[in-house]
């Protein structure tokens, strides 16, 4: 069985910093894009970051460029977002999710090609 789990999430002020892992099981990920997705209260769900497991090539949305770091372990099949600078703004659900596929592409913008998603963590950002 197949599961993505992601962990901490939590509150943080303005300015300061989280890491989120996804960890991995029921398979191998070697030829999936990894990527985080994040959803605000009322929102639709967003693009965060990407990571091909096969290449270790990324791309970021541009609200997030420069403040965020995707990066994955193979020997802990794990997949990490290192969040600094958070803004009020980075408050939502985050989501890690994988997809078939080893080369990124703007394809892998949209959440409808990902077919593993994990259960979300709740990251909030205070002023």
């Known amino acids: 069985q197949v599961q993505l789990v992601e962990s901490g999430g939590g509150l943080v002020q303005a300015g300061g910093s989280l890491r989120l892992s996804c960890s991995v099981s029921?398979?191998?990920?070697?030829?999936?894009?990894m990527a985080w997705f994040r959803q605000a209260p009322g929102k639709e769900r967003q693009f965060v970051t990407a990571?091909?497991?096969?290449?270790?090539?990324?791309n970021y949305a541009d609200s997030v460029k420069g403040r965020f770091t995707i990066s994955r372990d193979n020997a802990k099949n794990t997949v990490y977002l290192q969040m600094n600078s958070l803004k009020p703004e980075d408050t939502a659900v985050y989501y890690c999710a994988a997809s078939p596929g080893s080369s990124l592409s703007s394809t892998y913008y949209q959440s409808l090609v990902y077919n593993y998603w994990g259960q979300g963590t709740q990251v909030t950002v205070s002023s």
């Open positions: 990571i091909s497991w096969t290449y270790g090539s990324t």
């Open positions: 029921g398979r191998t990920f070697w030829n999936y894009v």
